[in-house]
């Protein structure tokens, strides 16, 4: 398999695979789902009963208008940015042997008093400034005058294959590499099929013929077939040649993601070698 970056911008990219299938397509797919490790709040601690405030001589009740139980579920979906050069999973850590150190846990503080919206910005890192979260305005929970919020949280790396938190990508999905060609015998220059495609790919040259402007744009819906003269039009998808699409939630760049998925989809095809290896 072939791979051609035909896009590749922080949060989203755009690849070209050549000399494969659906079936290495969708095991670079389902690998990009659920296999990237990434940060995620695991852990959650409230702080129960009062909290003062002593510039303001007052005190607030630790309470909000949600469960603890909800709000902890928020804090686990928000994007924690992730180095996977600096963590470990924290049950292989060997410096701590699991139970918490720099080397595979984050911890964030939340200290809110109301009245206010508590948003994902207001989680600080504690001791690692530049792992703040990746968007500042998620929010967590509204409150009142006399409620406040205290909370330390505890970040360590997983992989969607345990819980969807961990889940680095979205919109990952591919399709066949489109062909069209046109038969200029066939053909009546009807112009229908430019006024129907969906994509606007159609276009009239200044010969006066159909011509194709972004063909990879095309989805294959062949109304310019149903559209056109029999034979005029013929659009099919390319079985061997295909493109696929992902996106990010910013815990990772596109990049990154790439190259960790590449690299765990070949540790799983020597795997699979070497079981078949023992067996024979």
């Known amino acids: 398999m072939n791979i051609e970056i ?3 911008q922080e949060r989203k990219a755009k690849l070209i695979l050549s000399d494969a299938n659906p079936t290495l397509a969708n ?3 389902r690998v990009l789902i659920a296999d990237i490790p990434s940060l995620a709040i695991e852990t959650v601690e409230f702080h129960l009963g009062t909290i003062g405030d002593e510039a303001e001589e007052k005190e607030y009740q630790s309470s909000t208008p949600l469960f603890d139980e909800i709000i902890a579920h928020r804090l686990g979906m928000i994007p924690i940015p992730t180095d996977l050069d600096l963590f470990n ?6 410096e701590c042997g699991g139970e918490g150190c720099p080397n595979c846990t984050v911890i964030y503080s939340l200290n809110k008093k109301g009245p206010c919206t508590v948003y994902s910005g207001d989680l600080i890192p504690v001791g690692e400034t530049d792992l703040g979260v990746v968007d500042d305005l998620i929010p967590i929970v509204k409150l009142s005058d006399d409620q406040a ?3 330390y949280a505890i970040a360590e790396l997983g992989t969607a294959k345990e819980h969807a938190k961990w889940q680095s990508t979205s919109g990952v999905g591919y399709k066949y590499y ?3 060609s046109i038969d200029s015998d066939k053909c009546d220059n009807c112009k229908d099929c430019i006024d129907i495609c969906p994509v606007d790919i ?4 200044e010969d006066g013929e159909i011509i194709v402007s972004d063909i990879e744009k095309c989805k294959i819906c062949k109304s310019c077939v149903e559209t056109c003269a029999v034979g005029a039009i013929d659009v099919k998808g390319r079985e061997d040649k295909l493109i696929l699409r992902y996106e990010t939630d910013g815990t990772l760049d596109a990049e990154t993601i790439l190259q960790k998925g590449l690299e765990i ?3 799983k095809f020597n795997s699979v070698i070497e079981m ?5």
């Open 6 to 8: 035909r896009e590749m």
């Open 27 to 29: 095991a670079l797919r």
């Open 89 to 94: 999973f924290r049950e292989e850590c060997e």
């Open 149 to 151: 919020i205290l909370i």
């Open 178 to 180: 489109p062909e069209i």
């Open 202 to 205: 159609l276009e009239e040259s």
């Open 265 to 267: 989809l070949q540790e």
């Open 276 to 280: 078949v290896e023992d067996i024979e």
